[in-house]
């Protein structure tokens, strides 16, 4: 059995399985390894010391392929950031509004997919309760590999404490602003945006109050898509 475990790591047919496959053989090889060391104490049987290398070796290989199965799928989730069609994009730069397939939403009746690309939620921790601002007057800002709050009017700069970011897809329809995770997704209505505000990462809006933060290399094409649904609407 050990054997045949070995050989489909070595055989590489793990390469196209999910990180957590690796990741659960490298801890089942290691405490094999582990335990196999234990009792080669007490035996004099070659054929323990074998097996104790190969469960070693197999461990480390379990772990190599995690490692880079993990940065494999970590760098596809960062690529997917900066990835938006050509075409759509530069219908956008000339003020004209694509419509796009999107095999993840429902549309409505009447309701046209205009916008969607992978990005990130952010959440941040409050504001320090010594630093009298109002939160809803706080714009996000990214520079530097950190973030940063700037409270209006006044333009005090404060550091941004990242709480949690979740990976997902950020789409702007006709009638809905929606963010679709398999955790902390939301869908507001297009029209209830509120202090909209975006840089050159981020795209930033309050819906009753509450704030959400995308963080996407396509903000300022998402911009110009919601400044155009929202006309003559002011935010």
């Not at 799928?73 to 069609?85: D, E, L, V």
């Not at 809803?136 to 990242?162: C, D, K, N, W």
Request: net charge positive.
């Amino acid at each position: 059995m050990a054997t045949g475990l070995i050989l489909t790591l070595g055989g590489g047919r793990l390469n196209k399985v999910q990180p957590k496959i690796h990741l659960t053989a490298g801890i089942l090889f290691a405490t094999m390894a582990m335990l196999v060391a234990l009792l080669t104490r007490s035996s004099r049987d070659g054929r323990w010391r074998v097996f104790s290398l190969l469960s070693i070796w197999a461990a480390g290989l379990a772990w190599t392929l995690f490692m880079r199965a993990y940065r494999r799928r970590s760098g596809g989730r960062r690529n997917s950031f900066s990835a938006y069609p050509e075409g759509h994009a530069r219908l956008i730069e000339a003020g004209r509004l694509p419509n796009r397939y999107n095999p993840h939403i429902e549309l409505r009746e009447y309701e046209i997919c205009h916008f969607s690309v992978g990005a990130r939620r952010l959440r941040f921790a409050d504001p320090p309760a010594n630093q009298d601002v109002d939160p809803t007057q706080l714009m996000v800002r990214f520079s530097g590999g950190s973030y940063y709050f700037i409270a209006r009017p006044h333009g005090v700069l404060l550091p941004a404490e990242l709480d949690h970011e979740i990976y997902g897809e950020f789409v702007i329809t006709s009638q809905r602003v929606m963010f679709v995770a398999p955790e902390n997704g939301f869908e507001v209505p297009l029209q209830s945006l509120k202090l909209l505000d975006c840089s050159a990462h981020l795209v930033d809006f309050q819906v009753r109050g509450r704030r959400y933060t995308i963080q996407t290399e396509a903000a300022s094409l998402a911009e110009k898509v919601l400044l155009m649904l929202l006309q003559p609407s002011a935010i």
